[in-house]
T-cell receptor
Framework: ETGVTQSPTHLIKTRGQQVTLRCSSQSGHNTVSWYQQALGQGPQFIFQYYREEENGRGNFPPRFSGLQFPNYSSELNVNALELDDSALYLCASSLSPGANTGELFFGEGSRLTVL | AQSVTQLDSQVPVFEEAPVELRCNYSSSVSVYLFWYVQYPNQGLQLLLKYLSGSTLVESINGFEAEFNKSQTSFHLRKPSVHISDTAEYFC????????????FGKGTRLHILP
């Protein structure tokens, strides 16, 4: 069974640039959630994708966008990067919403630094 | 909106001593509750969860948590900690009728003293 994998693990960008982060979900999972974890904080929910559609969104501006592909892998795109976007971005996969297990399986994250 | 409060940002404790990490949540509906652990330079892993049934839940490595509906709490305890328990612990909640968004607390860093 393959776990959740994210790429890249680390990256550095400058203000105003755009970034794409990638995530492969765990085998058998069709739901992917993205979280932002700033230094010293808990993960903040960005959005969730289920069957290639957005299924819930947290309090993040539209410059945070995502995609889910037919194989359930996912991308997080952030446009017009700001210094405060520096954080660890976590991807988590799970069984479909309504499966009521509530368990997320996390990748190790992509650490983004914006200069 | 639901929220999770972890009252302690850091908890230092001597090895082999007991520990309690506190968690309170705000909700008026049924909830699912979780504790996740994040070891240094790793992603989060589920430690234990409460979905329904017995209010006392246990993990395989000696942690336990008790769901207290009247106090809206889900405190995490371990009777004797080990150096390998050094990590950040996150309490989390999601509505019991849907699990499209899990809300995390800010975390408690458990620091084991030799």
């Amino acid at each position: 069974e393959t776990g959740v994998t994210q790429s890249p693990t680390h990256l550095i960008k400058t203000r105003g640039q755009q970034v794409t982060l990638r995530c492969s979900s765990q085998s058998g999972h069709n739901t992917v959630s993205w979280y932002q974890q700033a230094l010293g904080q808990g993960p903040q929910f960005i959005f969730q994708y289920y069957r290639e559609e957005e299924n819930g969104r947290g309090n993040f501006p539209p410059r945070f966008s995502g995609l889910q592909f037919p194989n359930y892998s996912s991308e997080l795109n952030v446009n017009a990067l700001e210094l405060d976007d520096s954080a660890l971005y976590l991807c988590a996969s799970s069984l479909s919403p309504g499966a009521n297990t509530g368990e997320l399986f996390f990748g190790e994250g992509s650490r983004l630094t914006v200069l | 909106a639901q929220s999770v409060t972890q009252l302690d940002s850091q908890v230092p404790v001597f090895e082999e001593a007991p520990v309690e990490l506190r968690c309170n949540y705000s909700s008026s509906v049924s909830v699912y509750l979780f504790w996740y652990v994040q070891y240094p330079n790793q992603g989060l892993q589920l430690l234990l969860k409460y979905l329904s049934g017995s209010t006392l839940v246990e993990s395989i490595n000696g942690f336990e948590a008790e769901f207290n509906k009247s106090q809206t709490s889900f405190h995490l305890r371990k009777p004797s900690v080990h150096i390998s328990d050094t990590a950040e612990y996150f309490c989390a909640v999601t509505p019991g009728d849907r699990d499209d968004k899990i809300i995390f607390g800010k975390g408690t860093r458990l620091h084991i003293l030799p």
